[in-house]
């Protein structure tokens, strides 16, 4: 090589590679197979359908189309005016019905459908006699409480 040739940086000539590095630099693209534009290879990379459960696009309709019905304003009102206890369960069954059948577990969502509908019978039914014989308590209390005070003649 004669001088007048321009010199890479660190004094190298131009082509020629340091010691332990292959000669090109930045431009060059690699070599052999893989790389960031490469597809991985197998199932499950990109380009290749999902495998198992799951994946892209909308969850599966069940039958019909409509889930069955959740009764979560029954399991709620029944709650707050009724029975607490009996509508925490009914809430609790009520909440698993649609998760359920979005997932495709029709089965499930109907029997939580069932079961969210029985406990909030339960705490409906459970509040009303409560409430009745809370009143029969109040009216029995409040007549025998004034025959005490009768004036006498």
């Known amino acids: 090589m004669s001088d007048d040739q321009p010199k890479a940086p660190g004094g190298r000539d131009e082509g020629q590679g340091w010691p332990g590095y292959p000669a090109g ?3 060059q693209p690699p070599q052999g197979p893989g790389g960031y534009g490469q597809p991985p290879q197998g199932p499950g990379g990109y380009g290749y359908p999902p495998q198992g459960p799951g994946g892209y696009g909308y969850p599966p309709q069940g ?6 019905s959740n009764h979560l304003v029954w399991a709620i ?11 925490v369960v009914s809430i609790v069954f009520a909440a698993q019905v649609n ?7 029709y089965a499930g969502a109907m029997d939580a459908s069932r079961k969210a509908k029985t406990w909030a ?3 409906t039914l459970t509040g009303l006699i409560l409430g009745i ?3 029969i308590v109040v009216v029995v209390a409040g007549v025998g409480g004034n025959l005490d005070t009768v004036p006498s003649q």
Not at 99 to 105: C, I, L, M
């Open 63 to 68: 039958p019909g189309g409509q889930p069955p």
């Open 25 to 27: 630099g930045y431009g």
């Open 133 to 135: 014989l809370w009143l």
């Open 99 to 105: 998760s359920k059948y979005q997932v495709g577990d």
């Open 121 to 123: 019978l339960a705490s």
């Open 77 to 87: 009102l029944s709650t707050i005016f009724c029975c607490l206890p009996l509508g």
